[in-house]
């Protein structure tokens, strides 16, 4: 017998479970089909692991701080293996609190994959045979997972993705990074911090390549100043294990060269799950590496949502949840509206961090309008000053005096990402700065700074 | 002969130096009166000096924190002398760029003291003569010193006010802190961060006695699992240096016991500085132990305003600028209602650290409405799990189904504190807080799992 659901939901990483629970707690008949872990990619191997890792290893980086400005002197050592272990079982714990959250609300949980059978039910294959679910909606939130390329690959060995690099059981010594964007930069910041030498390689031309260019010149010389080497506007031709190591050969074009290190991470971007389900039958197109496309609604097909990695709007897990929380209030005729994700925070984590929030100037000017940018610099700020970090800055983007986007980068500056999407959000004019109290002193009095800084054209 | 200024502000602390600044950027002919240093008790003797000790001091934490979890483990020492010096330089360096500052705007500043000679001048008292200035306005801003009382009086030996302690040239192996406020919390643990054994004395029944009895019973928990000797609701008789050691003997009815320690700290509170200016001569009413009285305007008699700690609304840094603002719109004739504060966002730094901003439940219960409250705990939080720092929660008021008012205690809860204003400025519903995006994974996330928590009532 075929049970009929409100909502079969495929994915249990932030958008599926956050759907799940949300539509649960609404009255829906609600059922969530995950073939692995739940928590998906972000709780089991990205930013959760990571976060647990850069939070360990916080204290070295303030000692480096306060060491170079000659204040504190002392050693750090983190335990890596105790740090793994301790990271395995706060991954199971956050798992199974999660397991227990769907049982309350009445979510049944099915462990497999599912694979649409036709217009109204899907089959998932479980250990012990098949089961067949009907719906009413399908929301696919399979997210996405590490891209390869030929010559690209983690092999099992010396090579590894991200997921693999999270689930080390030793940190090496040396570490080569291929990669230059958020997810690559927080591990080799992590890894850094445990002792490893840094090789960062990428074929774009900076750092964070998605990032206000400041940003990136930013980034690159606090790197630099930590001994890293980065090679950027390089081509890779191959990286493979040998022997007990990992060997990078740059492109002939680029000199050919060899980067020997214990490891080598490929964190090259992330590709869609939307293959082997079957939903191009219920009329899914998909575009690209294969996003599903949405339209206004997140409607992937009639009765059909995609959230998430999947739909490649925005592959950030709080987009996803964001998401999910529009796709029930569709479900319960709350949302009538096209979906409107405000402005998105983006953030990397680490020393230095990097926040973005709304338009970059170039993207502001892109739209054809008079653009002005203000900046702050963090070293004006008492709180940088107190941690010794003071390398940095905060930059807002201004279009018809209200500022569009703020971007910053610096020591903890991951600390103002709520406040700058709330002024983002509603387009904060320079009064409405000077007219809110900012509590003193704060790293958030830089945001004030560069609010109330005079403009300039971006 | 005597020039005539549009504005004539006593006090170059926060309030006085941001109206000067202010004022002048504006067109205002202004000139600023500060017998001592350029940014008052807040940079020299208060919030700035007490964050550089704690920032400097945060690996120390940081590792406890991790060490306590069997993660990391090693040593961090602070060099006292060196933290010293680098605080003297940092505030001498900041007075100087303060200097720079007003000297740019064509502030005329007057190094010495001002009293009133007669309506629309006053003298100040210089190195070298007396200088007589006419206004068009008068602002005071003279702001607060250490209360002491008999008794309870630093001698300058052993036994001294918070001035006095960030001043010492070497930090006590054991401190007695007289007073649980924020100051003496404070100052509490960057000593016990660099090693000093505690030992707080408080009348109150509980330690931060003005803050949600809840936070202070975390307080409490937390800073007596670091072994700190807490001695609530008893009354001191003296306090007194005996040769090398300070002597802090409790009152009778308490038991007469002595305690001992290397120093101790007296932070009982804050007095204003309005006495011997001569402002009653121009008709301005004092109230209390000195606070200078405001209309709803913050007139304190015609042509007089009265801002920060000296008119005893709010003794924070951050509420003398907001109302600095205030009244260089008035001078401008831009603002025309009276002052409104908006909701004024309170923190206490250190680990762990409180924030709160709007009404607390007892306030708002007060009030006779109908008061909900709701709450998320910080363990649920995976960045307070990442730094292995998991005690303390969010608790938020609602009122006719808007949040009123927001606590939070716990390490780097004061990172919130630009977020959970704007949230109670603009009297969120839940609603709100299920449709922001908030950033995952941040600290920020446990003040949307406590926006969104179940409610009861308060």
């Given at each position: 017998m075929t049970t009929t659901y409100d909502l079969v939901v495929l994915g249990g990483g932030p958008g599926g479970f956050d759907a799940a629970v949300e539509a649960a707690a609404s009255g829906l008949k609600t059922a969530l089909v995950e073939a692995a872990d739940l928590g998906?990619?972000?709780?089991?191997?990205?930013?959760?692991?990571?976060?647990?890792?850069?939070?360990?290893t916080s204290a070295i980086e303030e000692l480096a701080a306060q060491s170079k400005a000659r204040v504190a002197s002392g050693q750090v050592a983190v335990d890596f293996?105790?740090?793994?272990?301790?990271?395995?079982?706060?991954?199971?714990?956050?798992?199974?609190?999660?397991?227990?959250?769907?049982?309350?609300?009445?979510?049944?949980?099915?462990?497999?994959?599912?694979?649409?059978?036709?217009?109204?039910?899907?089959?998932?294959?479980?250990?012990?045979?098949?089961?067949?679910?009907?719906?009413?909606?399908?929301?696919?939130?399979?997210?996405?997972?590490?891209?390869?390329?030929?010559?690209?690959?983690?092999?099992?060995?010396?090579?590894?993705?991200?997921?693999?690099?999270?689930?080390?059981?030793?940190?090496?010594?040396?570490?080569?990074?291929?990669?230059?964007?958020?997810?690559?930069?927080?591990?080799?910041?992590?890894?850094?911090?445990?002792?490893?030498?840094?090789t960062i390689v990428d074929a774009l031309p900076r750092l964070a390549g998605l990032e206000d260019p400041e940003v990136s010149k930013a980034l690159e010389t606090v790197f630099k100043r930590q001994g890293w080497d980065i090679r950027l506007g390089v081509k890779v031709a191959s990286v493979l294990t040998q022997g007990e190591n990992a060997v990078l050969t740059l492109a002939a074009e680029n000199g050919g060269e060899e980067l020997v290190a214990e490891c080598a991470l490929v964190a090259i971007g992330r590709r869609p799950n939307s293959a082997d389900m079957g939903l191009e039958s219920l009329g899914v197109e998909l575009s690209g590496p294969g996003y599903i496309k949405t339209n206004e609604f997140l409607e992937a097909a009639p009765g059909v949502y995609a959230v998430g990695d999947v739909n490649g709007r925005m592959l950030l897990a709080h987009a996803a949840s964001h998401q999910a929380h529009y796709v029930v209030e569709r479900l319960l005729d709350k949302a009538k509206e096209a979906y409107d994700s405000g402005p998105v925070p983006s953030i990397l984590y680490g020393s230095p961090e990097v926040l973005r929030v709304g338009l970059m100037a170039e993207e502001a000017k892109a739209g054809g309008e008079a653009v002005l940018v203000s900046r702050a610099q963090l070293i004006a700020n008492p709180i940088a000053q107190a941690h010794a970090a003071t390398q940095g800055f905060v930059k807002c983007v201004w279009r018809q005096g209200r500022v569009a986007g703020i971007t910053a980068v610096g020591a903890d500056v991951s600390r103002m990402a709520v406040a700058a999407t709330m002024m983002v959000k509603a387009g904060w004019t320079r009064e409405d700065a000077a007219g809110f109290m900012f509590p003193h002193p704060t790293l958030d009095e830089s945001l004030k700074a560069a609010l109330l800084a005079d403009k300039e054209a971006a």
């Open positions: 998906g990619s972000c709780l089991n191997h990205g930013c959760i692991p990571t976060k647990l890792w850069l939070g360990a293996a105790a740090l793994q272990a301790k990271k395995d079982r706060h991954l199971a714990a956050t798992r199974k609190a999660m397991g227990v959250r769907l049982g309350q609300l009445g979510v049944d949980l099915f462990a497999g994959r599912g694979r649409v059978a036709d217009k109204t039910s899907i089959e998932v294959k479980l250990a012990d045979g098949t089961q067949s679910l009907g719906f009413r909606t399908l929301l696919v939130a399979t997210g996405s997972r590490p891209a390869a390329f030929p010559g690209l690959s983690p092999d099992g060995a010396r090579v590894v993705d991200s997921t693999g690099f999270l689930a080390l059981s030793a940190m090496p010594q040396s570490l080569i990074v291929v990669g230059g964007g958020f997810i690559g930069l927080e591990m080799a910041q992590a890894a850094h911090r445990m002792g490893a030498k840094i």
